[in-house]
Structure formats: C-alpha cells, structure tokens
C-alpha cells in the first residue's frame, strides 16, 4: 500500500468509528466498543508500518482546503521524522489505553459513548500530529481540546466532573487565543501556513519574537506551564484511562509537539527562548513541590505531568531538539503506564487515596504494582530507564552556554521527582499501619478480591506490561530517533550525568529514610512544616487566587454590564417609550371634541393660508 | 430550463403558499401545514439549482430579470443574483423549511400563523435578490412587518411588550433608511433605483457619500443587532415562537447586515471609507458586551439573544474591515449563524414545547433524560463557540484574519472575546444539560424521528460547511472579489 | 348684471351656511348649512365661467359634479345622523363628545 493509502486509513478509522460507536451503535455498547477497539488497532498498525517504511525525504499529500488571504490553505499529510514517531507513539498508546479501557469501563451504563469519544480523540491528535499546515493543526488542536472536555468531564452527572471540564477548556482556550493572533500574524507575514516553508522562512527579530511569544501562550495553555496549569490536577474527574491519554500522548503533549515542530521558528527568536526557559524551570520546580504532598495518587502523576512538560520545553528551548522530543516520547510511555497502575489500584481499592491503597494491601496487585516501580524509577530518571537518558540529554543541553540558575532548577526539579515517585512507591508498597501518615479516605471495607473476580484480567495487564517493557527498553533506542529527527544524538560523558544521577539518587534515599524504611514515620520532610505543607497542598493558593482575581473579575464585569443593559438600553428605550405616552396624553387635552370648535379653527386657519397666499402672490 | 424565471418562482412559493393558506378553510390544518412545506421544499430545490447554475467564474449579476413597474419613479421589478444573494437564498430556504417543520406540532391558529409566515419570507427573498432599491424597500418592510402579529399573538414572556419595541425599533430603522435611500434617488439625478447604475463610481460625489452613509448603517444595522440599538432584538427572540425565533435570528438579522453590504458599502464605497473605523469599533464593543451579558442571563433564548448580538458583531466588524476575507467572512458567518441559531431556537423549542420552562437554573443533567434532543443543543452550543469542524470557525477565522490586518487593535479585543463566549456557553451546558439530574424532568420523551428531520437537516449543513469550507468562499469571492482594493486602501 | 352681484351672492349664501355649520346645535341644520355653502362654490363657478368667456363645459361638469357628490353626501350624512339619534336619543351637536381627548 502506498504512504497515502496507509496514512488516510490511519486517520479515518477513528472518524469512522466515532461517528459510527455515538450514532450507529447507540444502544448496543458491545459493539460500539468492538468498533472503536478495531479502529484503534488499524490506526496503530498503520502509523507503525508508516514509520517502519519511513524515507529520508518529507512526504506530503494535500489538498486545498479554503482560499484565504489570496492563497489556498491546504489539510493533508506530512510524514516526516517527527510526525511519523509521534503518530506511532500517540497510536500505540491510544490503543493500549483502548484495551486497557474494556475492563475499567466494563459496567459504567455509559461505556459505548466513552469509547467513541476516545476514537474522536484519537483521530483529533492523529490530525494534528500529522498535519502539513499550521491551519490544519490549530484545528485539530481545538479538536483535541474538545475532545479532552467530553472525556474529563464523561461523568456529566458530577458537578466538579463538569466544572474541571469547563475549566480545562477555558483555560486552554486563553491559550488558544495567543495561537490564533500568533497564526494570523505568522499567515500575515509569509502568505502560507506551509509548515516546511515556514520553518524555511527567515524572519525580521521583532516579528518573530512576537509571533513566537504568542504560539508559546498556546503551548503554555495546552501544555498546562505556569500560569495556565491549574486546569491540569481538576481534570483528574475523568475517568483514569482518560487522564493516562490525556498526559501521555495527546493533550498536554500537544503543546510540546507544536514546540518541536516550530523549533527553526523559535530558534530565532533569542527572547522567546529565554522566556520559555525561564517558564519551564519555574514550572516545573513549582509543581513539584505540590506533588510531594499530594495523597491522591492521581493528583501526584497529574503534577508530575507538568513538572516533565517544563523538563521537555527546557531542553527545546535550550536548543535541543532531540532532547525534548526524546523525552515527550519516553514520557507518554511510562506516564501513560504509571495512569495504567493508577487506575488498576483505584479501579480494585475504589479510592484515589495513596495510603489507603497501601494499606489496603496494594503490593498483592503483582504485576501492576511491578509496573509502577518500574514506570516510577523511569519518571525519577534512575538508570538504565527511558526517562534516564532523556532527562540526562536534557540537562546535559542545558549546560551549554546558559545561565546556571537553569541547571540548578533542573536539578532541584529532578531531586524532588525522585523523592515524591518513591514516596508514592513506598507508600504503596510498605504500608505501615502505625505510621503518622493518615489517608484522607479509606479503602471501602469489603473483600476486594472476590468483589471484583468478574472478567479476565488480560486486558488490564497487557497494556502494563507492553508499556512497562517500553519504559524498560525505549532508552536505547535513542539513536535511531535521532537519526529520524535528522539530528545526531549527543552521549553525555559521564562525568557530565554524574549531578543528575547523584540528584536522583538522593531523592530516593531520602524517600526511603521518610517512607520506605520499617522504622519510618512516613511523614514527610515537607509535612513536618505546616505552614510550607500547606502552601504546596493548596498548590501555592494561585487556584484562589485566579478564582478572586480572574473568574470575579469577569463575572464583575459581566454583571455591570448585565445591568446596563437592562436599566441602561431597556431602561432608556422603556424611558423614551413612556416619556413618548406621556406627551401624548398632555397633546391630547387639546382635543375637546366640540366638533364645531375644530371646524371653526380649521377655516380661520384656511383663510390665514389663502390670505398668505393671496397676498404673496399679488406683491 | 435556462430561460425558466426561477428567481421569480423562488419569490412566488411562499406567495402562493400564503394565498392559499388563507383561502382555506381554518380547520384544514394538516393541508396547511403540507402546503407550506412543499413551498420551503420547493424553494430550497431552486435555491439548489440556483446554486448549481450560478457561474462563479463569470461573476456578478446573473439571472436578471426586468420587468417596468411605476416608470415614471424609474421603479423597475429587476431580481438578479450574485454569490452573495445566491448564499443567503439557500440560507433563507433552508431555514423556511426547518421553520416549517419544527412548528409541526403547532394547534394554535395554524392558519393566519402560516399566512403570517409565508408572507415574511416572501419579503425575505425579495430583499435578497432584489436590484431595485425601491423594490428592495418594499421587500424589507414586507419582511418586517408580520413581525408584529406572530410575536404578539404565538408569543410568549411579555409578548406584547416585546413585539411593540421590536416594531417601534425597527420602524426607527426604516425612518432614517427612507431618507437615505430617498437621498440616493436624488442626487443620483432622480433617473433610476437600480442598484447596478448608483453603485458606478463617480455617481456621489465624497462629502455626499459621508452624508449619507450613516442613514443607511444604522438604519439597516438596527435590524442586523448592531450595539448600541441590538436592545430590541434579545427579547424579541425570546418573546417569539420557535419558528418565528429562527426565521427572525437566522434570517432575519441578517437583511440588516446584507442591506448594508449591498447598499450601504455597496452604493457608497467613499463613505464606507470613511465610516469604517467608527463603526468597526462599535462592532467590537458589541461582541465582547454580547458575550458578557449573556453569561448572566438565566433564560435559555437570552443567552442566544445574547449570542445573536455577539455574533453580529463578527458580521459587522468583517464588513467593516472592507476587505475581501472580511467581507468573505462576513458573509460566511451570515450564513453560518443563519443556520446555528436556527438549531439552537429549534433545539430549546422543542424542549420548551414540553417543560414551558426555559431558566437554565431550573433544568441539571438533561443529556442523561433526553440525550438525543440535547445533542442538537450541544453540537449548536460548539458551533457557537467556533469550535473547528462547523461552518462558523471559517467564517469566524476570515473575519479575524482581515480585522487583524486593518484594525490590529479591534481584531485582538475581538478574538480575546472567543473566551468570553466559550464561558458563556459552556456555564449553560454545565447548568442545564450537564450536571446533577432534576427528576423533575423525568417525564420528558424523546423527538419522533420526523421531528428530527429539522434539526439534523441543520447540523448536516453546519458539518457540512465545516469540513468543505471552499465551495462556500468560492461562492461568496464571486461577488467580492472588488473588496480587495478598498480593503487595501485603508 | 356684474360679477361682482353673483360674487356678492355666493358669499352670502356662503356666509350663511358657515353661521349654520358653526353656531347651529341641530345636525340637520349643521347638514344644511353644508348645502349652502356648496352651493355658494357652484354660483362661483359658473360666475367666473360666464365672465371670464371660458368654455362652458367646464363649470357645467364641475357643477354637476358637486351636486352629485352633495346628494351622496346628504344621503350618507342622513343616515348618520339616524344612527346617532338611535344612539343618544337627540341630535344635539354638544351631545357627542367622543372626539375628547
């Protein structure tokens, strides 16, 4: 089959499935699911054999889609390096997450509609990923922000379900704002929304640096950076297997995407970068102190989502392509795992509580709970892991020729990523009953082994081990994701990786000294302090914050504006309606109704007229 | 079949339709309301072949037919089309015929309701495809008129009070458009009302064309919503019937917003020139003031009033920029929100046919009740918020595209208005679609497929437009290809 | 005989029947008065007719054209005035003041 064969199945398979699973297969879930499932399948076959089959040139199939500003915008295909590794990767998991979902979805009364919703998903992400215009992929990305609201907020019957996907699409929508200027400015300037050509293209500074700026209020919207991150932990209400696609492979990964496939754009843009560096380190330091005191298990993957998302964006904006693309992709594996193992806990235990789920007696779950310490050890960057020699090539760019204070961030974040991991590790694993640590809520008292014996478990735990043995063996293949991204992959010496590793390393012994050790108290070093306890749990008040500042500030003005309109524009129309009545009715008591009266008045009026006339005439 | 006067049979089917609903005897209502649907059907298979047989490489009027009516006035019957009035036909057609469909289950009055409505939509297509501005006059009041009796008497929440202020509104319209228009006739020389000979250049002199131009804006941007005189237009979309709702919305707004295209900005470039930059800030302020005051209201047809408001605003500030994706986007969202509202006022009529309730407080969780007649109210909800994949993102996207190039300023209040209308939209459907189920409603039953008919006839089109938003521009760059200059000129 | 006899003519007529129409209560006589007056433009007409050589036919039409219109007007007015005597049971001018504003 030829390239184009292969990509227009890989893209309309999902459609095809969404449109068919919510309207065809509307009252048979059954099938519904089988068809999204056999969708999820074809595309991921397909965008493998795509990547398998890759050529050294970009290919490009389009069409013209509108005719705007005296040019045509196209939609189509572009297969390159970077689109083909991350369809593939955004494919394969979408599918795992697929299989993953028949059992944890296997009784909600919704599971038909849920599933056609992932296939809308899929085929949005697909869309923009492989998208050869920035049209093409703002559309998408809107798509893909739709999308995301539907699932997050899937549950529709909970109040905070529907509010945290209101949130997550406003938010992100103040991001899409900066994009669509940024777009319009950027088709402005060029005449084409071309991807290669505008990577091509050579800009004036100050354009660039705004046009470039404006993207980055996009990604920062999509990709959940500090100040538009708050949307990320609420969206944790959707189901879980919907938070492991929602941070792994689409969503948030959008963003970064966007980042890598501009990456000549912003390489020319000296200010945007060091505003991206700056956002990204503070970023991703800022939300990891919110994870280490984080109970729910979600909530602390959710945070380490943002803290890897400022990981990513620091190594594309210190310059290395490689480095941010390499760790977006060992990132939606072993993220996408670790929601997996999340969910497999939450879904048996039925609560979202860390120490609850150890004391429920987490560690017999075997194989998921294997999967978490190994999807953990890879997030907290310990050798010979995927996200090891990402984060490694990450900091290690970061050392070239920019400020330490980069470093120094990067390594604080990288220290407090091990230490949280394996606090959540050894809280799982080594529950100790008498410890200082209280859980928020407790496992629901009953047998959960028998109470949940229904089904196979295959489907849970072949996307854990799939995923479990990408996480394990992703990180070599460095090279040839390089070689895709035509870049040359840079090995650090090891005197160069010895601070992260020593970083690492020292989060999970101090994790231990906390948690892990049978003496510990499992209270943690931030726990022992209140006041500082308490400004990470509340994730630094910036969420009351915006609630005062931003949401009162709009409702202020909407409701001043309300009353203008009812006492200002009806008012004033009423006001003019009525003050027209009352003259009126004044007017009125001129009419006597003495017929005689008016006859009268008229030809004394009529002989004044002809009189007038008369006179004017004869002079 | 070319030399067939399909223009004046598109004119005449709801004309006949009217005649004869009101020679039927009252109690025939199912025959009555059969025959206003075979006219919509009828003028939605011409607007097609209108479509089909327009020539878009060629351009400009085509179809012209000329008949003398008081030549002594130089009055002519002439209709003709071009890509815009070829656009906004099918839109009108469209939108007759879901009308028509979606007050199937109507009991009150059946008869005087389809004469009402068959003869304002007769007035609609005059307007669209007239080139006699006299004759275009006489259309748009025609249009206007049965406003009255269909609010005053199928209306609900103060009906009377809504009908009087949407009357007394747009009749302060037409006061300051019958001088302007009086104006054109006689400076032009007093020979001719054709629109084709007052648009050449040169016919107004500068200072004539300042003048003048404000009369015919506001005139005719009083009927397209334009702030600060849109008070008129919320609750009379909120007083009207559900039929009455979309034509009024969907197609009735938008012979303002044509009006000023085709004559305002059409028969006096210079003083659109000159007026652009006022009125397009207006244009701006009434988007973000629309979307704002409708994340207060309670009443589910507000806040699309409300959102008629906003969107209009998109309209105006497109035309505003002179420029041809403007204009292009102009007209598209015309069309698009033509089509939208009318799901959305369709959607909510059928609800509201059944609770006689439309606070969005009163309502939670009606998606797990009704999932099928709720989708019609979410994909209109996305639709509205421009999401990508229906009609409206295009439109919404030329007109951004050009304001930022003209009025940089304006173009990014305007944009930045998209959150605002997002919040709006997605506070009603967290309220009332979504959320906690009120058991209350549990008795609500689903629409008969029939009843269905409308709504997906609508959603098909939006899709449709979404996903193939070329052959839409085509269409419309036909007639608006002469912009580019006047945009660029600014 | 002058113009200026006929001309004197009519305006008594005229004046005589504005007195009636203005300051009579009875509507017949108000209905008179109108007669009169109408009958005043008619001597005016032909006067001028007659003395200013025009052609004959001219007045003669108009002239019967107002006597026409005078009979309607009567017949009309006639039945007015029986409705309103139904109604208020009098034909007093000063009776009916629905005109008020």
């Not at chain 1, 990509?7 to 297969?25: D, K, N, Q, S, Y």
């Not at chain 1, 001129?590 to 008016?598: C, D, F, P, S, V």
């Amino acid at each position: 089959m030829s390239h184009s064969t292969l990509g227009l199945i890989c893209l309309l398979a999902p459609l095809t499935a969404f449109f068919t699973a919510l309207v065809g297969f509307r009252n048979n879930h059954r099938a519904a699911m089988a068809t999204v499932l056999l969708s999820g399948l074809a595309s991921a076959l397909c965008a493998l054999l795509l990547l398998a089959q890759h050529s050294p040139q970009p290919e490009l199939v389009t069409r013209s889609w509108i005719h705007a500003g005296g040019v045509d915008i196209y939609f189509g295909l572009l297969l390159d390096g970077k689109t083909l590794i991350m369809g593939a990767v955004v494919a394969v998991i979408t599918l795992c997450i697929q299989t993953y979902s028949l059992n944890y979805m296997a009784t909600d009364p919704g599971r038909g509609r849920f599933f056609a919703f992932l296939a809308l998903f899929e085929w949005a992400m697909l869309c923009f990923v492989y998208s050869p215009s920035l049209m093409q992929t703002f559309v998408f990305w809107e798509l893909v922000g739709l999308a995301s609201f539907f699932l997050i907020g899937f549950w529709y019957s909970k109040p905070s379900a529907v509010a945290a996907a209101k949130k997550a699409f406003i938010m992100t929508r103040i991001g899409d704002v900066g994009l669509f200027i940024g777009l319009i400015l950027l088709f402005q300037s060029t005449h084409t929304l071309d991807i290669l050509r505008l990577n091509a293209t050579h800009f004036e500074t100050t354009r660039i640096e705004l046009i470039t700026l404006l993207l980055f209020v996009g990604i920062v919207g999509k990709s959940a950076q500090f100040p538009l991150h708050t949307w990320l932990p609420d969206a944790m209400e959707g189901p879980t297997p919907v938070s492991a696609l929602l941070h792994s492979a689409t969503m948030v990964a959008a963003g970064v995407f966007l980042f890598a496939r501009f990456h000549n754009l912003f390489m020319q843009a000296e200010l945007t970068l060091t505003i991206v560096l700056c956002i990204a380190t503070f970023t991703a330091v800022l939300s990891s102190t919110m994870a280490m005191v984080a109970k729910d298990m979600k909530r602390v993957l959710a945070y380490s989502s943002i803290s890897q998302l400022g990981f990513m964006l620091m190594g594309l904006g210190a310059g290395s392509l490689f480095a941010g693309y390499f760790h977006l992709v060992t990132h939606a594996v072993f993220k996408a795992l670790l929601f997996l193992c999340a969910g497999a806990y939450i879904h048996h235990y039925e609560t979202n509580d860390i120490i609850a789920i150890g004391r429920a007696g987490g560690r017999k779950l075997r194989i998921v709970t294997a999967g978490l310490v190994i999807g953990g050890a890879a997030l907290a960057g310990l050798p010979p892991l995927a996200g090891f020699f990402s984060k490694e090539l990450i900091i290690g760019s970061l050392g070239h020729g920019h400020p330490r204070i980069f470093v120094i961030g990067a390594l604080l974040a990288s220290f407090m990523t091990a230490y949280y991991t394996f606090r959540m590790i050894f809280l799982v694993t080594r529950p100790n009953a008498d410890s200082e640590a209280s859980p928020d809520q407790e496992a629901p008292d009953h047998e959960a082994d028998d109470h949940h014996a229904e089904g196979s478990l295959l489907p849970t735990h072949a996307p854990i081990v799939l995923l479990t043995l990408g996480a394990i063996g992703l990180g070599f293949l460095g090279d040839s994701i390089a070689r895709l991204l035509g870049q040359s992959a840079h090995h650090p010496a090891l005197a160069e990786m010895a601070p992260a590793i020593g970083v690492a390393c020292f989060g999970v012994l101090l994790a231990w000294l906390d948690f892990g050790r049978s003496a510990a108290a499992q209270n943690g070093f931030v726990s022992r302090m209140p006041a500082v306890r308490r400004l990470f749990e509340q994730g630094w008040y910036l969420d009351a914050l915006y609630k005062k500042l931003f949401v009162g500030l709009a409702q202020a003005i909407a409701g001043l504006l309300f009353g203008l309109e009812n006492r200002g524009f009806d008012g004033g129309a009423d006001g003019i309606a009525s003050g027209t009545r009352a003259a009126g009715r004044t007017a009125a008591k001129a009419q006597t109704g003495r017929l005689q009266l008016y006859i009268g008045t008229s030809i004394l009026l009529f002989a004044a007229a002809a009189l007038y006339i008369g006179l004017g005439a004869s002079r | 079949m070319s030399d067939m006067p399909i223009l004046s049979i598109i004119l005449l089917a709801p004309l006949v339709a009217f005649l004869i609903t009101v020679v039927l005897p009252e109690a025939q209502t199912q025959l009555i309301k059969i025959i206003n649907a075979v006219a919509g059907l009828t003028t939605l298979v011409l607007a097609l072949v209108v479509w089909a047989s327009y020539d878009k490489d060629l351009g400009g009027y085509q179809m012209i037919e000329d008949v003398p009516w008081v030549p002594d006035f130089g009055i002519h019957y002439t209709v003709a089309v071009d890509g815009i009035s070829v656009v906004l036909t099918m839109l009108t057609a469209i939108v007759f015929l879901t009308g028509v469909l979606s007050m199937w289950t109507l009991e009150k009055r059946v008869k005087e309701y389809f004469a009402f409505m068959g003869l304002l939509v007769f007035g609609v297509f005059g307007v669209f495809i007239s080139l006699d501005i006299f004759v275009f006059f006489f259309f748009y009041e025609v249009a206007v008129l049965p406003m009255y009796p269909l609010i005053a008497i199928w209306g609900s929440t103060r009906k009377e009070y809504s009908a009087m202020k949407l009357t007394i509104f747009l009749m302060v319209g037409s006061a300051l458009l019958f001088p302007g228009l009086i104006a054109l006739f006689v400076e032009s020389g007093g020979h001719t009302w054709n629109l084709v000979a007052l648009s050449q250049a040169g016919t107004f002199s500068e200072s004539t064309q300042i003048f003048i131009y404000p009369f015919l804006y506001i005139g005719f941007g009083i009927l397209a919503g334009m702030w600060p005189f849109h008070s008129w237009s919320p609750t009379g979309h909120v007083a009207a019937p559900t039929a009455v709702s979309m034509l009024h919305a969907g197609v009735l707004m938008k012979l303002g917003a044509f009006g000023i295209l085709r004559i305002a900005i059409g028969v006096l470039p210079l003083g659109a020139a000159y007026w652009a930059p006022t009125f397009a800030v207006l244009a701006t302020i009434g988007i973000v003031y629309g979307a704002f005051v409708a994340m207060r209201q309670t009443d589910f047809k507000y806040v699309i009033g409300f959102s008629s408001v906003s969107h209009m605003g998109i309209v105006l500030l497109g035309l505003n920029t002179l420029g041809v994706d403007g204009v292009n986007g102009a007209v598209f969202q015309m069309f698009a929100h033509g089509i939208m509202t009318a799901l959305f006022f369709s959607a909510v009529g059928f609800i509201y046919d059944q609770t006689h309730d439309r606070d969005i407080r009163h309502f939670g969780g009606l998606v797990g009740q009704i999932p099928v007649a709720t989708s019609f109210f979410i994909l209109a909800a996305l639709c509205g918020m421009g999401v990508p994949g229906f009609a409206s993102f295009w439109a919404e996207l030329l007109v951004f595209i050009e304001a930022i190039r003209v009025f940089p300023v304006l173009g990014m209040v305007a944009i930045v208005g998209l959150v605002f209308t997002a919040a709006y939209v997605l506070r009603v459907l967290g309220l009332a679609i979504f959320g906690p189920k009120n058991s209350d409603w549990d008795e609500l039953v689903e629409p008969t497929p029939f009843l269905s008919i409308p709504r997906i006839m609508l959603i098909a089109v939006l899709l449709f437009f979404g996903f193939v938003p070329s052959l839409m521009v085509d269409m419309i760059s036909s007639a608006t290809h002469i912009f580019s200059a006047a945009g660029a000129s600014l | 005989m002058t113009l200026e006899a006929y001309l004197l003519l009519a305006l008594l007529l005229f004046s005589m029947g504005l007195y009636a129409v203005l300051a009579r209560h009875n509507l017949i006589a108000i209905l008179i008065g109108v007669e009169l007056m109408l009958n005043a433009a008619n001597i005016n007409f032909l006067a001028f007719n007659y003395f200013l050589h025009l052609d004959p036919a001219m007045a003669q039409i108009i002239v019967l054209f107002v006597i026409g219109l005078a009979a309607a007007e009567a017949a009309i007015a006639l039945a007015i005035i029986l409705k309103l005597y139904r109604k208020h049971q009098s034909i007093d001018v000063d009776a009916m003041r629905e005109l008020r504003g």
